[in-house]
């Protein structure tokens, strides 16, 4: 059947894309439908056409899946920050749960049974909104030339409105209103990144959910002896409300999309607001189970962005690592030392490893701060590093835990865990496709994958984190890993 551009076409959505895409069938041609919900009977308009398929716009739902919930934020199909938020929150996790799967089927080339015997079911969380401890809201006008703060449109740079997101904290609001309001009282401009003209570029909040403090960073284009004009008036009101403990500004002239300039100038407050992450218990519900490690936060540094599901995240890896108190552990790709600091308390000695030069001294300075001497940090790419220790140092390892960027591990930071041969390797991941890649020539290269939880962080967005545990196969046991899929294709059956 021959479809055009325009064509109105009706599907039952069967599948969902790992973008949150619906999928229908028309005799076996697939759509791919966007803000459609599983289980949907929808009337779609043909958008783009492909040679094995096609691209369709929800014009209709013509009988709802039973996964179709009311979305809370009337924005959420123009923003696409939350591609999945008219899905169920039980039915995101299954979405979640199968990406995991599959990738490890398909990619990973592991089998599926096995798969299903290691996946642990994947940690969702209580509440699936306002979550996010970080936001960052760029400024611009609307076409009467009032200042806004809200977010892009689509893959566009013009600004809608909307100063509620509900992925981050209730205060967000206010604080953008106020200073929303400021700028309209004392004739403040915009930046406008066509002309890059205007001064008002960016807010940044972040809030600490333990320690209820409250961070506003205001991106700006100059500084000409005075950072925001009559800024004490401005002071005046952020400064009322509850928890606010740090006010700064960041000075960004260049005509980039990097949101943060390079320097901060704290103009109110502390210049640092902190936070706690504790040990919970992950056999028990994620119950806390003793004291936590503060870690103090700049406008600047990286950290976790959902610090409720972090905590169940790191206490997984804590838990895959199996620390007695005797372990020499490498913590790859550490960022401000989060996991290495959590490893510390349980392992003799941690190490870790990181690209950017001021996450380490962050590293080094929350560890100071926590009492905590028995970690140690290494600037640099953890490809290189790791190499580099090991040839010629003959450093050794434990446990080695990697947390890598999307991009995953690099060949040559994988081939030197393997060297190292560490009793057990932690790899925490924020895309599960590298992950099954790389946990493949893990597998290939002598380790035995024991288990896979997904945790979910960011939850009405396809994203998810997962977690995995390897060990290495024992001289006696290394004979033949028995369910890698080349050998399923040898033996020409499905199970092998
Ligand atoms: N484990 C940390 C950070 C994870 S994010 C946490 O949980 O907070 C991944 C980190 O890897 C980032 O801090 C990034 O700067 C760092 N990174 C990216 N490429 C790297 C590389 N090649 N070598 C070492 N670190 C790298």
Redesign the pocket.
């Given at each position: 059947m021959e479809f055009k551009k325009n064509d109105i076409v009706t599907v039952t959505i069967e599948d969902i894309s790992s973008e949150g895409e619906g999928i229908g069938k028309v005799n076996g041609y697939p759509f791919f439908v966007k803000d459609a919900v599983i289980g949907d009977k929808a009337k779609i308009r043909v958008t783009k056409v492909k040679k094995n398929y096609s691209f369709g716009r929800l014009e209709e739902v013509l009988e709802p899946s039973p996964y179709r919930v009311e979305p809370v934020c009337v924005y959420h199909k123009q923003c696409g920050g939350c591609q999945i938020q008219a899905m169920s929150y039980e039915r995101q996790l299954i979405f979640k749960q199968d990406k995991i799967k599959n990738n490890l089927i398909r990619i990973g080339g592991f089998k599926p049974e096995f798969v299903d015997r290691i996946m642990e079911p994947i940690v969702g969380m209580e509440n699936p909104f306002r979550y996010r401890n970080k936001a960052q809201y760029p400024i611009g006008c609307d076409k009467e030339g009032n200042p806004v703060a809200g977010f892009y449109a689509g893959r566009t740079h013009s600004i809608i409105a909307n100063t509620n997101c509900y992925l981050g904290v209730e205060e967000n609001k206010e604080i953008l209103e106020v200073i929303l309001e400021h700028m309209k009282n004392y004739h403040v401009s915009a930046y406008d990144e066509a002309t890059g003209k205007g001064l008002m570029r960016h807010v940044l909040i972040r809030k600490g959910f333990t320690s209820k403090e409250i961070m506003v960073c205001l991106v700006i284009n100059w500084y000409k002896g005075e950072y925001i004009p009559s800024q004490e008036k401005l002071l005046e009101v952020l400064t009322r409300i509850p928890g606010m403990a740090s006010i700064s500004v960041s000075i960004n002239t260049e005509n980039t999309n990097v949101i943060m300039g390079r320097e901060v100038h704290t103009i109110w407050g502390k210049e640092r607001i902190t936070d706690t992450i504790h040990v919970r218990d992950t056999l028990h519900e994620f119950v806390l189970t003793g004291a936590g490690i503060t870690f103090s936060i700049s406008p600047l540094s990286?950290?976790?962005v959902n610090p409720v599901q972090t905590e169940k995240l790191y206490s997984l890896a804590l838990d895959y690592a199996g620390l007695t108190g005797e372990e020499t552990v490498w913590?790859?790709?550490?960022?401000?030392g989060?996991?290495s600091l959590f490893l510390a308390g349980k392992a003799k000695q941690v190490y870790g490893?990181?690209?950017?030069p001021q996450?380490i001294e962050d590293a080094k300075e929350n560890a100071a701060n926590n009492g905590i001497t028995n970690a140690q940090f290494f600037v640099?790419?953890?490809?290189e590093v790791l190499p580099e220790k090991y040839e010629k140092e003959g450093v050794f390892a434990d446990v080695i835990v990697v947390?890598?960027?999307r991009k995953g591990c690099?060949s040559a930071c994988l081939e030197t865990m393997l060297k190292m041969q560490p009793e057990r390797i932690v790899y925490?991941s924020c895309d599960s496709a590298t992950l099954a890649r790389d946990l493949k020539i893990l597998c290939e290269g002598g380790y035995e994958l024991k288990k896979v939880r997904g945790v979910d962080q960011f939850s009405m967005t396809v994203h998810t984190e997962a977690i995995s545990l390897l060990t290495k196969i024992s001289a006696t046991g290394k004979k033949k890993i028995s369910y890698r899929e080349e050998e399923i294709a040898d033996c020409g059956c499905i199970y092998g």
């Open positions: 990286f950290y976790q913590d790859l790709y550490c960022g401000i989060t996991i490893v990181e690209i950017v996450a640099g790419k953890a490809e947390d890598p960027p690099d925490v």
